[in-house]
């Protein structure tokens, strides 16, 4: 049974089309009207407001907090400064992917991680021998997501950190209305956007305030179902939807190295011994064998299938995300799209996929199941570069360059 | 003098102009795009008339911008950004309102207040409009067949549409047949009792033509409301972000980004013709600038009889396009005002306002709007006009200064040909505005005091400043005789023109008017089919 976060009596009071989802093991908002298109529209022109408390944060400190978060992450965090944030991800001794989250560096000996999923068994169990203290804060700490083009107007009337010079991945500690809080400059929507955490019992303040600051700047609140379409702009990974833990797999072959979901770049093998640093090595050398790429489907062809049947196209508004498979254009499996949208923004009709590697590349053709009255279909997808949305503003340092 | 040699020049910088310039510059053409005035976009312009308010001047909402335009052209790419609106809200004198929403059931309720019968009719006449605005989006998307060729393609094309049309089944055809003859009330009246619903559906019938909603014809520019596309989903009305300007600022990159050469300030006095045969222009300046083809973004009217000049075109091809219908019936009044307005039938929420995140039409009954109609018959403005109201800062922030918002007003009557003449336009002007504010005032009590700009725009203005002859913002009244094979002039709708090199692109050609980009694109594709350049 969901418990209620802090913000609940906010959300649940503006929540008129009481559509509620699981989220962590809390209630959260799909959307707040019965249609989720208004939310994605102020996350892209405006200002979206997003309980995202049910991410499960842990403070990390003590002398060798860097040290062992070095050794649990693929990412060498002992290069991380104070006030940065780093994203990444964290693999089991075999390289497979356990999770992904973000690193912040709150003071020389205070870390804290966020993630997906509960890990704070498997952080305790990786840190035998480092003078750490772990604590799971996720409980303690309420946190919303302020995503849009207008994000940083409204905080600017809200504190007093310097908003312009706040960096992407950087964070800062502030208060807001007179109490504490951490602003960081992060988000999943892909754009300008920040995270701001406070004290449970700080919530319901911040919340008003930044509802009533943000009002002439179009702020509106948002839930997941907005947010499901801008991640799929963004091209982000998620945990459970296109990827699955190694924890929770039954068979190796749903296992995912971070290189086969296209998390390579955050792994850091050359450094002392981290978990996972051997297969990963092995497996940057042999080179995976599957690729997370980015698929737009062919809009002329999906149109033409549905004149076939005398219909007009017809486009779910919302990210779907019950995997399709995908074949090449001589009817080879060679994958699945595991999320997909129509991206309103971009008027492209988006998927993200794994794919086996000989297949993989840019502008490689695929093709990809259709369903149209009940009758499957294929149809083609392209591989595409990814992310497919990334404003300038999402890392421009001042004004509000888009 | 300039003697530089182009493929093509477009005179107007509108947006099918810029179209049909982003078309013929990627199928690799050379081509120079010529706008009078100082910003691009024609009728699609975004301009900051008050510090920190961004107009849309003219148009103020697109529908049926062509989706394949979208895609081609990748105008997203090219900075175009559109956000649907998200509500139809009638207020009324009396207290009541009615709104439609995306919600089906929200919009049942509404509607039930007034008729239980209607509420449950209405999602059928929508599913009815539908259908049929799928088969005319194949008109939209073509050149349109003319009956009267002997060019067996042109048969062929009109065989299967024929089929196509068959194939919709009786109970279309018919509709087909009233929406082409019934005037948009009785058509709405085979369907609905309730005035409240229908006036303002009934109006849609008439935006941009001098007739009433009880005048037969009115019925078939109802489907344009169902014909609209905007993410694949058949739905109406959608902002550009940063107002209509950007769109055609993107459309602009677009073309640039093909090679097309675009110049603003360069108005273009008249198409030089050399043995009968358009080969270039003469701009204001007296500069003159050779190319292959002219095409011309303007209405038939000043292209042919301003640019090109009577003298050198036929007797037969004059007078039939001296019958083409123009008299602008509508003007624009466009408001900055410090804080959202709220009106006295539906209060606002603590600042929430979903009732004022679409359209919001000051259309109270049939008899209001065919009383506006009788005073504009008879020569003037109407006193109690019908408005269309869009706040498009509600829903883009961007185009005022935080907490600010714009009031865009379109407003019909506004005859272009008032009794003292149109010239008198200018002594009339403020009356006008007053009109239409006072009217608005009646549902907004607190209007007024909060205002920081108003612009009026009338249809002498539209002339004027925006070239839309007699003030017609679809270059021609959309009206059947004026559609189809038959616009501007029957023999003469696949944008070729009498003159030989002379193409036409803009409104005033098939499939017409609004912000559709369908002409720039179909004169873009019958240019380069005859390689012409």
Known sequence: MPIPSPFHPRTSALCTGLRWKDWSGYHAVCSYGTCHEPEYFAFRHAAGLMDVTPLHKYDVSGPDAAAFLARVMVKNILKLRIGQVTYCCWCDEFGKLLDDGTVWRLDEHAYRVTAAEPNLAWLRRNADGFDVTIADTTERIAAVSLQGPNARAILKQVTDADMDALRFFWLTRTTIGGRDAIITRTGYTGDLGYEVWVDNDDALPLWDTLMSAGRPFGIAPTGLDALDVCRVEAGFIMNAVDYYSANHCVIEARKSTPYEAGLGWTVNLDRDPFVGQSALRAEKERGATRRFVGLEIDWDEFEALHARYGLPPELCSEAWRDPRPVYTAGGTQVGQATSGAWSPILKRNLALATVDRPHAAIGQTLRIETTVEFVRHRITATVVEKPFFDPPRKRAVAGDAS | ?533
């Open chain 2, 1 to 533: 003098m300039t003697t530089s040699r182009y493929d093509a020049i477009i005179v107007g910088g509108g947006h099918n102009g810029l179209v049909c310039a982003a078309y013929l510059a990627r199928a690799g053409r050379k081509v120079l795009v010529l706008e009078r005035r100082h910003v691009l976009g024609g009728a699609a312009v975004t301009e900051e008339l008050h510090p920190g308010f961004h107009f849309s001047v003219c148009s103020y909402v697109v529908s049926l911008f062509r989706p394949k335009i979208i895609r081609d052209l990748e105008l997203a790419r090219h900075g175009l950004e559109m956000i649907p609106l998200e509500s139809a809200f009638t207020p009324l004198p009396d207290g009541r309102s009615l709104c439609r929403w995306p919600d089906w059931h929200r919009t049942r309720r509404e509607i039930a207040q007034f008729s239980a019968r209607d509420a449950d009719l209405y999602p059928e006449f929508g599913l009815a409009m539908g259908k049929m605005a799928y088969f005319a989006r194949e008109l939209i998307d073509n050149p349109a067949p003319d009956p009267a060729s002997f060019d067996p393609r042109e048969l062929m094309r009109l065989l299967r549409l024929g089929k196509r049309l068959r194939s919709l089944g009786p109970d279309l055809m018919h509709l087909n047949t009233q929406l082409l003859t019934m005037s948009a009330v009785d058509f709405l009246d085979l369907w609905f009792e309730s005035e409240v619903l229908k006036a303002p559906m009934s109006v849609s019938g008439v935006i941009g033509t001098f007739l009433g909603v009880r005048s037969p014809g009115t019925a078939y520019v109802l489907l344009h409301h169902y014909m609209g596309e905007i993410d694949g989903a058949f739905r109406s009305w959608g902002l550009v972000k940063g107002g209509n300007g950007q769109l055609s600022n993107a459309v602009a990159s677009a073309a640039r980004a093909s090679g097309a050469e675009i110049r603003t300030e360069a108005p273009v006095s008249r198409i030089l013709l050399r043995n009968g045969e358009a080969e270039g222009v003469v701009l204001d300046n007296g500069d003159e600038i050779h190319a292959k083809v002219v095409v011309s973004g303007l209405d038939p009217r000043r292209t042919f009889l301003g640019l090109v000049g009577e003298a050198n075109l036929d007797d037969a091809f004059v007078t039939r396009l001296s019958r083409f219908k123009f008299r602008g019936s509508s003007g624009k009044v466009n408001l900055a005002v410090d804080r959202l307005p709220e009106f006295a039938c539906r209060p606002n929420d603590n600042g929430r306002a979903d009732h004022l995140r679409g359209d919001i039409a000051i259309a109270p009954g049939i008899d209001y709007l065919e009383t506006a109609y009788d005073e504009a018959k008879y020569g003037d403005f109407s006193r109690r006009p019908y408005i269309n109201v869009v706040i498009p800062s509600v829903l883009d922030p961007s185009v005022a200064p935080p907490g600010k918002h714009i009031v865009s007003c379109f407003v019909q009557y506004a005859p272009y040909h008032i009794k003292e003449g149109a010239d008198h336009w200018p002594n009339r002007r403020e009356a006008f505005g007053d009109a239409v504010v006072d009217t608005l005032a009646e549902y907004c009590p607190g209007l007024k005091d909060t205002i920081l700009y108003r612009q009026v725009l009338t249809p002498w203005d539209l002339e004027k400043e925006f070239g839309l002859t007699e003030g017609n913002i679809f270059h021609g009244e959309l009206s059947p005789e004026q559609l189809l094979f038959q616009r501007p002039v029957s023999g003469w709708a696949h944008y070729r023109t009498p003159i030989a090199r002379l193409w036409m692109c803009g409104s005033g050609t098939h499939p017409g008017g609004g912000v559709m980009g369908a002409p720039g694109m179909l004169a873009a594709r019958a240019i380069l089919k005859t390689n012409a350049t």
